[in-house]
T-cell receptor
Framework: AQSVTQLDSQVPVFEEAPVELRCNYSSSVSVYLFWYVQYPNQGLQLLLK??????LVKGINGFEAEFNKSQTSFHLRKPSVHISDTAEYFCAVLSRSQTGANNLFFGTGTRLTVIP | NAGVTQTPKFQVLKTGQSMTLQCAQDMNHEYMSWYRQDPGMGLRLIHY???????DQGEVPNGYNVSRSTTEDFPLRLLSAAPSQTSVYFC?????????????FGNGTRLTVT
């Protein structure tokens, strides 16, 4: 089964500064990758996904991510963050289990705190 | 549409008690799943279902049972609660049988086992 590793558990950044949240995946022939966001006391929402095609994926709220096969990475970026971006961000991979079913497996999360 | 509805929002149990966490979706989604979220561990898959009458285990199934008698409902049963099951539980659904479409999450059930 494939997995993802989020390298930073917490990332503080000043408002209007750029941010990058890092995610590495275990290599495979084909890989489907996702970023989800969780605001306080809520469930997760999809930010963006990579299934195939262009390696630069644009999502909601001004976020984008780049699929890099050689570095097995799928880092999330935003050029200028707002206070409202404060949340926890999860990288996820679609992986086939031993029973042959496909499920979504999540990383441990990165808490982004935007400082006024 | 209500989306994915989880009840209750909060629950406190004593060790050894049993209970059922309810999950219902009104989007006619085939795929449904249960995750638990623990600090520093992200979300871990407990059980999932690809349609009515079909369920299977995820990463951390021990201590939990599920059933899927209808497309809409996917309850999670704790047979004999243990403190290690203190967690926030999320139910999620997706169209089709493979969750490469967005997973729609409920708002979670916060469970404390004393």
């Amino acid at each position: 089964a494939q997995s993802v590793t989020q390298l930073d558990s917490q990332v503080p950044v000043f408002e209007e500064a750029p941010v990058e949240l890092r995610c590495n995946y275990s290599s495979s022939v084909s890989v489907y990758l996702f970023w989800y966001v969780q605001y306080p006391n809520q469930g997760l929402q999809l930010l963006l996904k990579y299934l195939s095609g262009s390696t630069l994926v644009k999502g909601i709220n001004g976020f984008e991510a780049e699929f890099n096969k050689s570095q097995t990475s799928f880092h999330l970026r935003k050029p200028s963050v707002h206070i409202s971006d404060t949340a926890e961000y999860f990288c996820a991979v679609l992986s086939r289990s031993q029973t042959g079913a496909n499920n979504l497996f999540f990383g441990t999360g990165t808490r982004l705190t935007v400082i006024p | 549409n209500a989306g994915v509805t989880q009840t209750p929002k909060f629950q406190v149990l004593k060790t050894g008690q049993s209970m059922t966490l309810q999950c219902a979706q009104d989007m006619n989604h085939e795929y449904m799943s249960w995750y638990r979220q623990d600090p520093g561990m992200g979300l871990r898959l407990i059980h999932y279902s690809v349609g009515a009458g079909i369920t299977d285990q995820g990463e951390v199934p021990n201590g939990y049972n599920v059933s899927r008698s209808t497309t809409e409902d996917f309850p999670l049963r704790l047979l004999s609660a243990a403190p290690s099951q203190t967690s926030v539980y999320f139910c999620a659904s997706s169209p089709g049988t493979v969750p490469n479409s967005p997973l729609h999450f409920g708002n979670g059930t916060r469970l404390t086992v004393t």
